[in-house]
T-cell receptor, first 116, second 116 residues
Framework: DVKVTQSSRYLVKRTGEKVFLECVQDMDHENMFWYRQDPGLGLRLIYFSYDVKMKEKGDIPEGYSVSREKKERFSLILESASTNQTSMYLC???????????????FGQGTRLTVV | AQKITQTQPGMFVQEKEAVTLDCTYDTSDPSYGLFWYKQPSSGEMIFLIYQGSYDQQNATEGRYSLNFQKARKSANLVISASQLGDSAMYFCAMRERKNRDDKIIFGKGTRLHILP
């Protein structure tokens, strides 16, 4: 079974702290994604990566950065956490869209981040 | 501009009835993929069904089928014989690929309530 693991289920951080959210996948997927989920807004794409050291901005990259030093690991970084970054963060991974099958994204269990 | 539109924030349906969840999308690419995910109250994202833009037939997976109307840019999810366990949030998503940019964009979701 595909496994996408996020390092924490719940996090509470203070305003101004640097926050790292870690995501690891074990299926040798090329693509990795970070989303945030807020009520009424669905899932919004923050950043994605199609290869090691490659990163692309999604729809809401402001206030975030990412790091992908190894294929299996994709980190989301909040340089200076703010209260408006309180949210559920979901990591996902997938194969490159070159395949007929197995094209869907697999998700981690989510990290609920509260910034106080 | 919103690329995935789900117009039904919430729906109430009697158990055993069929359900149609609406989804329209916007893209200028000829090659794309459409997905539906289910998110129960536990928070996990469960992949339900996939439709490729070149697929001639509508996708089906058990009680789930995708009513794909390409000219209308519509990809509605149909759940036959609904069950109490179908109560959840449902997300429509689209995968686009431009060069190496390969991202998956989600709609805002529809919360489905199945009534006993």
């Amino acid at each position: 079974d595909v496994k996408v693991t996020q390092s924490s289920r719940y996090l509470v951080k203070r305003t101004g702290e640097k926050v790292f959210l870690e995501c690891v996948q074990d299926m040798d997927h090329e693509n990795m994604f970070w989303y945030r989920q807020d009520p009424g807004l669905g899932l919004r794409l923050i950043y994605f990566s199609y290869d090691v050291k490659m990163k692309e901005k999604g729809d809401i990259p402001e206030g975030y950065s990412v790091s992908r030093e190894k294929k299996e690991r994709f980190s989301l970084i909040l340089e200076s956490a703010s209260t408006n970054q309180t949210s559920m963060y979901l990591c996902a991974s997938s194969f490159l869209n070159l395949r007929v099958k197995d094209t869907e994204a697999f998700f981690g269990q989510g990290t609920r981040l509260t910034v106080v | 501009a919103q690329k995935i539109t789900q117009t039904q924030p919430g729906m109430f349906v009697q158990e055993k009835e069929a359900v149609t969840l609406d989804c329209t999308y916007d893209t200028s690419d000829p090659s794309y993929g459409l997905f539906w995910y289910k998110q129960p109250s536990s928070g996990e994202m469960i992949f339900l069904i996939y439709q490729g833009s070149y697929d001639q037939q509508n996708a089906t997976e058990g009680r789930y089928s995708l009513n794909f109307q390409k000219a209308r840019k519509s990809a509605n999810l149909v759940i036959s014989a609904s069950q109490l366990g179908d109560s959840a949030m449902y997300f429509c998503a689209m995968r686009e690929r431009k060069n190496r940019d390969d991202k998956i964009i989600f709609g805002k979701g529809t919360r489905l309530h199945i009534l006993p």
